[in-house]
């Protein structure tokens, strides 16, 4: 059949989400979702939401939910964008600050999804390779991505899992000329965050979703926050109606329940030292973690032998071939059962 797509489109491979499998007794630790349900103002939401309202289309800005947000964080309404996700978030930031040429810079390795979104617009890639062993920020980042039109730091990074110094960022952020987004998808599990440059620089974006440390990664909801002139450039770019009436709904109650989400932060803080030290007693190396997973590597080196391994005994990671990171496998901090689980398998495989 002839070939109608665009080149840039034919020439991606596409993003691959992590697997959703189906096993008896599932250990499920490979996409970073949070092992303790919502808050229970979102089964209140559910349980009296009138469902003939749903005739009507939502709030195309979600106001209520930008106001909670702005509340928060010291910002106006003005400073907030919405988004199906922080997918989507990062969908409208590609289209406004990428195009066929223009180079955009990302760490490596991070989250991949953001050279798929590059693919599509034919951005060039700059590769801002990551310092080993610790994965931490290389010294002439800055010089590497001068000609960017966009920065993306991811912080706390994934898949490593490890944060940068908030100093050297509040730098980058200061010299870069050219648009910085921070993916603070797990900024809640971290030590510290940097929110307030979203309000402090003209040229910084910081993105949080409510799929990790809300646990609501099923209903889709992200948001970014930024300048006034950089919201309205995003909002010309956001679909209409990007999140719906029930989203919008769960994620306010979500949002306002600030107890339930420190609480769970804090268990799943608690289980992360806990499987660190578990995994360190057996011989992994296991990269500082400031997020809700570990990047580790069996003292083998051989990160495709365990995925498979505690795959076989329905314990279900994330594995990324590829020379450094191939080293490694993603295991989620999942609940401490799980996690004893997982140590548990591990103790079975590397038993001489
Ligand atoms: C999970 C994740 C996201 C996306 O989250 P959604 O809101 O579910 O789309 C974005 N960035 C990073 C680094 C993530 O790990």
Do not use: W
Not at 7 to 20: C, H, L, R, T
Request: with cysteine; glycine share 6%.
């Amino acid at each position: 059949m002839k070939n109608y797509f665009r080149k840039e489109i034919s020439g991606m491979s596409g993003y691959v989400p992590g697997e959703q499998p189906k096993m008896d007794n599932l250990v499920k630790l490979n996409t970073n979702e949070n092992p303790y349900p919502p808050s229970p103002a979102v089964a209140e939401v559910l349980r009296t939401f009138d469902s003939a309202m749903l005739r009507r289309y939502p709030d195309p800005m979600a106001d209520q939910l930008r106001d909670a947000i702005a509340a928060r964080f010291g910002a106006r309404r003005s400073n907030i964008v919405i988004g199906n996700g922080s997918d989507d978030i990062l969908t409208m930031v590609f289209r406004a600050f990428t195009a066929p040429g223009l180079p955009m810079a990302m760490l490596r390795p991070s989250y991949s999804l953001y050279a798929e979104l590059a693919a599509m617009q034919g951005a060039r890639v700059i590769d801002i390779r990551l310092e080993l062993p610790d994965f931490s920020l290389p010294e002439n980042l800055l010089e590497t991505a001068s000609d960017a039109n966009l920065l993306i730091i991811t912080r706390p990074n994934a898949p490593t899992g490890n944060s940068f110094s908030r100093i050297l960022i509040e730098n980058i952020c200061r010299k870069f000329d050219g648009m910085v987004l921070i993916d603070e998808a797990y900024a809640d599990f971290a030590d510290d965050n940097c929110m307030d440059f979203a309000l402090r620089f003209d040229n910084v974006i910081v993105m949080r979703t409510f799929s990790k440390s809300y646990s609501l990664a099923g209903i889709r909801l992200g948001y970014a926050v930024a300048s006034e002139p950089v919201v309205e450039g995003l909002m010309k770019l956001k679909d209409s109606y990007n999140s719906d009436a029930l989203a919008q709904a769960v994620g306010l109650a979500a949002f306002m329940d600030r107890e339930h989400l420190e609480n769970n932060c804090r268990k799943i803080i608690a289980e992360r030292s806990r499987l660190t030290a578990g995994l360190r007693g057996l011989g992994f190396a296991v990269v500082e973690s400031q997020s809700n997973f570990l990047f580790a590597s069996p003292c083998d080196g051989d990160g495709g032998r365990c995925f498979e391994e505690l795959r076989r005994r329905a314990v279900v990671t994330r594995y990324f071939p590829g020379e450094t990171t191939g080293r490694y496998v993603r295991i989620t901090v999942g609940s401490p059962a799980e996690n004893d689980r997982v140590l548990e398998c591990l103790r079975e495989i590397y038993a001489r």
